[in-house]
């Protein structure tokens, strides 16, 4: 390769992270809340156990277990679904297994709540996606979403 042709190619790549990492800069990053900061959306969590996940945002299997013996059809998820998900998960003892909560943005914050098992090609993870609005302490129930990775 001619010297000019590397220093261009080096010159352009250098320019390319840069930009990359000036966009990734500029993006408000999630982070973990402080125990003072969680305890308040995580209470607002559960008080909105009941809220029904937009059916379009439902991409987990996070569903109550019993049909609905009047529509013979499975009830809709709510988040109690994934919190119950959520128990039921760290009663079994696992290897490889994490969790993490996360929230940007203020006074509404989007958060997101993940749990799952890291193991090779059995590895799973599920999460809760909401919007906290700080202000009146509350879950925007427009904003829940749930999605399941293999």
Same mark, same amino acid.
């Given at each position: 390769?001619?010297?000019?042709?590397?220093?261009?190619?080096?010159?352009?790549?250098?320019?390319?992270?840069?930009?990359?990492?000036?966009?990734? /800069?500029?993006?408000?990053?999630?982070? @973990?809340?402080?125990?003072?900061?969680?305890? #308040?959306?995580?209470? +607002?969590?559960?008080? +909105?156990?009941? /809220?029904?996940? #937009?059916? =379009?945002?439902?991409?987990?299997?996070?569903?109550?277990?019993?049909?609905?013996? *009047?529509?013979?059809?499975?009830? #809709?998820?709510?988040? @109690?679904?994934?919190?119950?998900?959520? /128990?039921? %998960?760290?009663?079994?003892?696992?290897?490889?297994?994490?969790?993490?909560?996360?929230?940007?943005?203020?006074?509404?914050?989007?958060?997101? %709540?993940?749990?799952? *098992?890291?193991?090779? *090609?059995?590895? %799973?993870?599920?999460?809760?996606?909401?919007?906290? =609005?700080?202000?009146?302490?509350?879950?925007?129930?427009?904003? /829940?979403?749930?999605? =399941?990775? #293999?």
């Amino acid at each position: 390769m001619k010297q000019g042709t590397a220093v261009l190619l080096a010159a352009s790549t250098a320019f390319l992270l840069g930009g990359l990492g000036g966009h990734h /800069l500029a993006q408000p990053q999630p982070h @973990e809340p402080t125990e003072a900061e969680a305890g #308040p959306i995580l209470q +607002a969590l559960v008080q +909105a156990a009941r /809220l029904p996940i #937009p059916q =379009d945002q439902v991409h987990c299997e996070a569903a109550g277990p019993y049909m609905d013996e *009047e529509t013979a059809r499975l009830p #809709p998820t709510r988040v @109690e679904h994934v919190i119950a998900s959520h /128990l039921l %998960w760290s009663l079994n003892p696992r290897a490889q297994s994490y969790s993490s909560f996360s929230c940007t943005g203020n006074p509404i914050k989007t958060c997101t %709540w993940m749990f799952g *098992e890291g193991h090779g *090609e059995e590895s %799973w993870q599920r999460s809760l996606h909401f919007q906290y =609005d700080s202000a009146n302490r509350h879950i925007l129930p427009a904003s /829940l979403e749930c999605i =399941d990775v #293999p």
